[in-house]
């Protein structure tokens, strides 16, 4: 008997030490991941693809009506825009141009300008008319997405008037339909010089993106080319299509041209001292890099579901403004200078 009581001691025993041992090693193991989690949240964008999902610009593409709406959406604050190519920690302007007609098939081509006289096409979106649907392609430009990153969805050709809200600037119209007689618009901004509305916003952390994106409804959004515009017979031509930029980009590119990798090798030392105006902050930018999921076809899009809604979760404000459609307005105190890094204003003493 007393053998027995020994042995039912003895597993009690052993069942109690080991319950202890799996609860602490469960709470390493969770208290690892949340720190991983938390690395993420915190970090800054690593890559240039990571600062514009293009998931939530098709999105945003089923919302706007024209590339003058689409540019005053993409550069004002809380926009789905964290770009930064070079790496001074503010978000990059985005520049539309549009090309086609505005009949039946109109793209709208995303430039920035990482320094005076450099231009790098982002994506390109292309909206043709089928019926009463407008059928929505976006592509993610090689040099800082890689091959074949491409999105589809679609949209009504017109919204109802309600939806287009807009802010108090009064320059600029809001169409209600892709597809109407007009100009075609293009940026009358550029490296320097841009609009009231943008400000240098500060660069956004991965978790925070993440949650911000999470608002737009994605929910149709799908990989791939668009099945009707892949079968149409109608071309439009891109007039920035591989347009790159030489200089100017020190962010991390997919598929960097032999001017590009050779520019951030010259400057490789300068980002990593805290060059182009890089605060000491961001130089832990590399120093987490291990603990990042990182994927070739999801990273641009990817979020933390544990920490962050969904993708489709709710629909996006409607937060558009006016600027003039044949160029964009230039009166009193509608634009900024930044100079060269600097954060002064000019014309209209602004």
């Known amino acids: 008997m007393k053998s027995i009581k020994f ?150 050709v017109k919204r109802d008037p309600s939806e287009a809200k807009s802010t108090a600037s009064g320059n600029q119209p809001v169409y209600n339909s892709y597809f109407m007689p007009r100009p075609l618009f293009f940026s009358p901004w550029a490296f320097g010089f841009y609009p009231a509305y943008y400000s240098f916003f500060p660069i956004m952390p991965m978790g925070m993106y993440s949650s911000r994106i999470s608002s737009y409804n994605t929910a149709g959004v799908n990989r791939g080319t668009n099945s009707y515009q892949k079968t149409s017979n109608k071309s439009i031509t891109n007039p920035n299509q591989g347009k790159t930029a030489g200089k100017g980009i020190n962010r991390s590119l997919r598929k960097p041209t032999a001017t590009q990798k050779q520019f951030q090798t010259q400057n490789r030392s300068k980002v990593r001292s805290g060059g182009f105006g890089r605060s000491k902050s961001g130089n832990s930018l590399s120093k987490n890099s291990s ?21 489709g979760s709710r629909n996006s404000s409607f937060n558009s403004s006016r600027s003039s459609s044949t160029g964009g307005y230039f009166g009193r105190n509608q634009f900024r200078s930044s100079g060269y890094g600097s954060r002064s204003f000019g014309f209209g003493g602004k």
């Open 7 to 156: 042995a039912l001691i003895v597993i009690l025993a052993f069942n109690g030490l080991l319950a202890v041992y799996n609860w602490v090693s469960k709470e390493d193991a969770t208290a690892d991941n949340y720190q991983i989690e938390e690395s993420f949240n915190e970090q800054p964008p690593e890559e240039a693809s990571e600062g514009l999902s293009l998931v939530a610009l098709t999105a945003l593409t089923k919302e706007v009506r024209s590339g003058q709406e689409l540019e005053r959406r993409l550069n004002e604050k809380d926009s789905i825009n964290n770009l930064d190519l070079n790496l001074d920690e503010k978000v990059d302007y985005i520049f539309i141009k549009e090309f086609g007609d505005t009949e039946n098939k109109i793209g709208y081509s995303l430039t920035v300008q990482p320094q005076k006289d450099q231009e790098q096409e982002i994506a390109a979106v292309t909206v043709e008319k089928n019926g009463d649907r407008a059928e929505i392609q976006v592509v993610g430009n090689e040099q800082v997405y890689g091959e074949n990153q491409i999105f589809n969805d679609w949209a009504p």
């Open 291 to 311: 603990t990042r999921a990182r994927s070739s076809t999801t990273s641009p899009d990817r979020l933390r579901k544990s920490r962050t809604p969904g993708f």
